[in-house]
């Protein structure tokens, strides 16, 4: 009996190169499929260019960068799930269910804590 799954690369630089190009292909997925990362990063995109002129320093800055970098990271773990549940039953299902709403509720979380970062370090800049 193997304790390693068939589908599982073994090691070594090409499973390096392997998993580089799953994860554009997941980022490429999620910008096709996914509306609310497609909202997310745009927002991302137009806050990025707005760091230098709220961060008041180098450590607010990197925060203002991991909250949305957050955002984004929880959106895909939710959008995995919902594609997981989708795929395995079209039907209503109530665990099916629950798994989607706590995943928009960790989205939710996330953009609080983001929407947080952001008013503190511009309340901080604008006193």
């Known amino acids: 009996m193997s304790l390693h799954a068939p589908q599982k690369s073994r090691g070594g630089i090409a499973r390096v190169f392997k998993a580089f190009r799953y994860s554009r292909q997941g980022l490429q997925q999620a910008v096709a499929h996914e509306a609310a990362f497609r909202q997310e990063l745009a927002l991302c995109a ?6 230098p002129f709220v961060a008041t320093s180098a450590w607010q800055a990197l925060a203002l960068v991991a909250v949305m970098l957050l955002v984004l ?8 799930v919902e594609a997981l549940a989708d795929a ?3 039907e209503m299902h109530p665990l099916l269910g629950r798994a989607k709403d706590l995943g928009s509720a960790a989205v939710l979380l996330s ?7 952001w008013a ?3 309340w901080e800049r604008l006193r």
């Open 73 to 80: 990271v929880v959106e895909l773990i939710n959008s995995a």
């Open 111 to 117: 953009l609080t804590l983001a929407g947080a970062t």
């Open 46 to 51: 137009l806050l990025l260019v707005a760091v």
């Open 88 to 90: 395995l039953s079209t």
């Open 120 to 122: 503190v370090a511009l």
